[in-house]
Nanobody
């Protein structure tokens, strides 16, 4: 089993920054990829970014490229999402997730989410 706990969400003005953290515990050695997703009110959950074990494995969705950065701290078993130049449309609940298989495998493990609200 894998457990994930997000933190770092909050209220920020447009143009501001936030860093989300995801502490991972349990069978972390079985994880092949970590991802961040978000769900805005009335919308489906959407992929934001992911990172694997190898260097240069970060992937981003188009609407966050150049603004968000995903990273990992292996010693702390923590995954981060640094968000800059935030926009009101970035308002959502952000979820951290972990996958066990190849690059296109599903994410069976999820955190509880952290709310990010960007005011205009």
């Amino acid at each position: 089993q894998v457990q994930l706990v997000e933190s770092g969400g909050g209220l920020v003005q447009a143009g501001g920054s936030l860093r989300l953290s995801c502490e991972v515990s349990g069978r972390t050695d079985s994880i092949s990829r970590w991802g961040w997703f978000r769900q805005a009110p009335g919308k489906e959950r959407a992929f934001v970014a992911s990172i694997g074990r190898s260097a240069g494995s970060a992937v981003y969705t188009d609407f966050v490229k150049g603004r968000f950065t995903i990273s990992r701290d292996n010693a702390k078993n923590t995954v981060y999402l640094q968000m800059t130049s935030l926009r009101p449309e970035d308002t959502a609940v952000y979820y951290c997730a972990a996958a066990l298989g190849g690059p296109f495998s599903p994410y069976p493990y999820w955190g509880q989410g952290t709310q990010v609200t960007v005011s205009s």
